[in-house]
């Protein structure tokens, strides 16, 4: 079974291998009650973002990795897959930048989350 980090760069070679864009992971280890990485990728159409979800719970699946549930599947447009230590999110471009989900994690990544709530950053 890969540890958590090894299972992170396994995620992101997945989303690779199904053409996935603008690509980042998250380190949020000690920052959430709810996960520790977090994983934020794009499609270009919403059978794209269905493809690249259904490739990475598939792959997940052979190896053993637990994956807890997934929304999104069949509205397209935002997919949510939830790996308990790991959450992938998978957008078309625009509701990614609607939702300004980068600066979310972001903010979260460098700041302990009670200063973030504190400062009002999220």
């Not at 930048?97 to 700041?111: A, P, R, V, W």
Request: proline share 2%; with cysteine.
């Amino acid at each position: 079974m890969p540890t958590t980090k090894e299972m992170v760069n396994l995620i992101v070679q997945w989303a690779e291998e199904r053409k996935a864009e603008n690509i980042r992971t998250f380190d949020l280890l000690g920052k959430t009650s709810y996960t520790d990485y977090v994983i934020v990728c794009e499609g270009n159409s919403s059978l794209h973002l269905r493809a690249i979800a259904s490739f990475i719970k598939d792959k997940a699946k052979e190896i053993k990795y637990t994956t807890l549930g997934s929304e999104g599947l069949d509205n397209g447009q935002w997919v949510l897959i939830d790996m308990s230590d790991i959450i992938v999110h998978i957008f078309l471009p625009a509701i990614r930048e609607n939702f300004k989900i980068d600066q979310l994690f972001e903010s979260l990544e460098t700041k302990p989350i009670q200063e973030a709530i504190s400062n009002d950053k999220i």
